[in-house]
């Protein structure tokens, strides 16, 4: 049993064997530009542009904001490699800062202190790159004027929290720009697919140029600049399509199934649900506990065996940027409470396609470890 397996049905099938029929196979077609009006309708956002993947979202809004070699971009330390990844990409150098506890997102403390001081060194700063960390959205509130007090444009990963709200204002609309991931982990899967959104006409269409190999318009193909290939394919678009029209419902399966873990491990000593309480405008994408081993008795790497030896899987919150071998040397503004959560966390199986049996025997089998 997988942690966040894809959600496709009948709907799916349907919509992608009407994009077949259609002849609107590859690149683009009428699904994507339906696709992206809905996706940034639901974001609040003037323009969307489909993209291949979330961190080609992310890559083309850093170049876009200026993101290159001698510059820094900021990163949270608890984040998927692909928000690091894509920094490193346009040539500029990722420097980590530390996350708050309860939401495990980026830390505005530490962020302000960041900025005070590199800008202060007279280095660089290209952008922000706030993270939406299991579909929890960062504290914008307090992000969004420390980037504005110093001048530094905020590129938002929402490649986890597409559905989810911060202050009634919905996930992907906060920043210059945000991306979103269609991956199949993801809350909803294109099998592989990701958005950028932004307010602004011309970025938009510079997106569109730079992710369709950057060709001039003539006849002949000119070029003046590098360009990409990160354009979403139409049948693609039609999966997606197919998967909004089920977003509601989806996330409502992640939300009742972090509810059952909450009721699980109610009255544990040393375990708490992660981000819990405080979810209601989450999508759940995933559900993790934290395990404090000396009250608990036991530890997440315990209950992941356990769970591993019946074919159930978990795993730790993402292990933090400057612990990973690749960005070793990397500049960090830390904490250690993203060493903290790693430590303790476990991400267990929330995806919206798991079955009632499936989420009996995840339950059965944690009670019995809990009992044993
Ligand atoms: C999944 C993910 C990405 C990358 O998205 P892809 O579509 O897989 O390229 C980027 N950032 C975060 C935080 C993610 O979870």
């Not at 709907?11 to 992206?36: D, K, N, Q, T």
């Not at 202060?120 to 992000?143: H, K, N, Q, S």
């Not at 404090?292 to 933090?320: H, Q, T, Y």
Request: with cysteine; net charge negative; hydrophobic share 45%.
């Amino acid at each position: 049993m997988l942690l966040s397996p894809p959600d496709v049905g009948p709907l799916e099938e349907e919509m992608v064997v009407e994009a077949v029929r259609s002849g609107w196979i590859a690149p683009l077609g009428p699904m994507v530009e339906a696709f992206e009006a809905v996706i940034a309708e639901r974001c609040g956002r003037q323009h969307a542009v489909a993209l291949s993947s979330g961190t080609a979202a992310l890559h083309l809004a850093l170049l876009e904001v200026g993101a290159c070699a001698g510059t820094v971009v900021l990163v949270p330390a608890l984040t998927f490699a692909a928000t690091a990844n894509a920094v490193v990409y346009t040539g500029a150098e990722p420097v980590f800062v530390d996350c708050e506890s309860k939401s495990g997102n980026l830390d505005p403390h530490l962020l302000e202190s960041a900025l005070r001081q590199l800008q202060g060194e007279g280095v660089f700063v290209a952008a922000v790159v706030p993270v939406d960390l299991l579909g929890r959205c960062a504290d914008y509130t307090r992000i969004l004027p420390i980037c504005e007090r110093y001048g530094v444009p905020v590129v938002s990963d929402a490649a986890e929290s597409l559905g989810s709200s911060h202050e009634g204002r919905p996930a992907g609309s906060f920043g210059q720009m945000a991306a979103l991931s269609f991956n199949g982990n993801k809350i909803m899967t294109t099998s592989g697919g990701g958005m950028l959104l932004t307010d602004d006409a011309a970025t938009a269409d510079r997106i569109r140029y730079l992710s369709t190999q950057a060709r001039q318009p003539t006849v002949h193909y000119e070029h003046t600049e590098i360009g990409y290939n990160y354009r979403l394919s139409n049948v693609l678009a039609a999966l997606g399509l197919a998967q909004l029209e089920r977003l509601d419902e989806m996330i409502g399966r992640r939300r009742a199934l972090r509810q059952q873990y909450v009721d699980l491990f109610a009255g544990q000593p040393g375990v708490t649900v992660f981000q819990h309480p405080g979810e209601e405008a989450d999508n759940c994408w995933l559900t993790a506990v934290c395990i404090e081993p000396m009250e608990a008795g036991w530890s997440a790497d315990d209950l992941r065996k356990a769970l591993d030896a019946v074919d159930i899987e978990s795993r730790p919150i993402w292990k933090p940027m400057h612990q990973q071998p690749v960005f070793a040397g990397a500049r960090s503004f830390l904490s250690g409470e993203s060493d903290h959560v790693f430590a303790t966390g476990l991400t267990l199986p929330s995806g919206s396609a798991l079955k009632p049996k499936d989420v009996d025997r995840v339950v059965a089998t944690v009670r019995k470890f809990l009992g044993a």
